[in-house]
């Protein structure tokens, strides 16, 4: 009796067991079949984007340092359009002014000489009226002061017209011997004299060197000295030429004087030894 039941519970354990277990078999004959792609179906090339190579700092900023002084080059550019512009106008305003001192001066000169053509007929008519037109030529004479007669020597010598410029020039002397142009007219005289088409070199030398020693401090002087260097070369005293030139180049050094003679005593003066 005991075996009948022992075996009648162990039917209804395994019973029980193989109930517990159909549902999860069933679950799993119904799950739909998955089915696993092989590698080689499902396998895709990768896609690469184009290489781009960073842009370094280094790079960025020299471009910002080209950008910036391109602008500072293109302000300079219309700044000195600007000033360019200001020099023309004023050479411009310049050379009309001239011209029309010039012409003042010309006019001026003209009427002075018609004036002493006029005088010096009405002193040859009778002695007695001699006496009144010297008067009157000292009259005419006042009325033209130093720096009218040195502007009019000054414009002869601009149009080369040395042998009146030279009488000019002596005529400032003689009427104004002390006069505060009396430095500027020995120097252009000696620059005259040398210039001419036939030049007179003592005559030059004559001018310059009374520059020099008379008017010791004056602005003319190294001017003077510079010329009668050269005065003394082409007359082929090539030693006091040199020494001279020599002394400017020491004296005056840095100034525009002091490199031109520099430059001469290079290549013009050639002292045999």
């Known amino acids: 009796m005991s075996n009948f039941r022992g075996t009648t519970l162990g039917l209804y354990a395994l019973a029980f067991c193989v109930s517990s277990l159909s549902p999860a078999s069933a679950q799993?004959?119904?799950?739909?079949?998955?089915?696993?792609e092989s590698s080689a179906?499902?396998?895709?090339e990768p896609?690469?984007?184009?290489?781009?190579?960073p842009i370094s700092d280094s790079a960025v900023d020299e471009a910002t340092e080209t950008q910036y002084q391109i602008q500072l080059l293109e302000r300079e550019i219309m700044t000195l359009r600007g000033l360019l512009e200001e020099v023309t106008f004023k050479v411009d305003r310049m050379r009309s002014t001239q011209d029309d001192r010039y012409l003042e001066l010309d006019s001026r000169f003209q009427n002075m000489d018609a004036e002493f053509k006029t005088l010096r007929t009405i002193g040859n008519s009778s002695p007695s009226s001699a006496e009144k037109n010297m008067t009157a030529t000292d009259e005419v004479a006042e009325v033209q002061d130093?720096?009218?007669l040195y502007d009019i020597a000054h414009d002869l010598i601009r149009n080369k017209q040395y042998d009146l410029a030279i009488s000019q020039l002596r005529a400032v002397i003689n009427r104004f011997p002390e006069g505060s142009y009396a430095p500027n007219v020995y120097y252009w005289l000696g620059q005259v004299y040398a210039a001419k088409s036939k030049p007179d070199l003592?005559?030059?030398?004559e001018a310059l060197e009374?520059?020099?020693q008379f008017y010791p401090e004056h602005r003319k002087v190294?001017?003077?000295a510079f010329k009668l260097g050269q005065v003394y070369n082409l007359l082929g005293d090539c030693k006091r030429s040199r020494d001279l030139l020599e002394q400017v180049v020491t004296v005056h050094q840095g100034k525009t004087v002091a490199t031109l003679a520099e430059a001469y005593l290079r290549d013009k003066v050639i002292c045999q030894s």
């Open 28 to 36: 799993s004959n119904n799950s739909p079949i998955i089915v696993e």
């Open 41 to 44: 179906a499902s396998y895709k």
């Open 47 to 53: 896609f690469l984007e184009p290489f781009a190579p």
């Open 146 to 148: 130093e720096q009218t």
């Open 202 to 205: 003592e005559s030059a030398t």
């Open 210 to 212: 009374y520059v020099i």
């Open 222 to 224: 190294p001017d003077a």
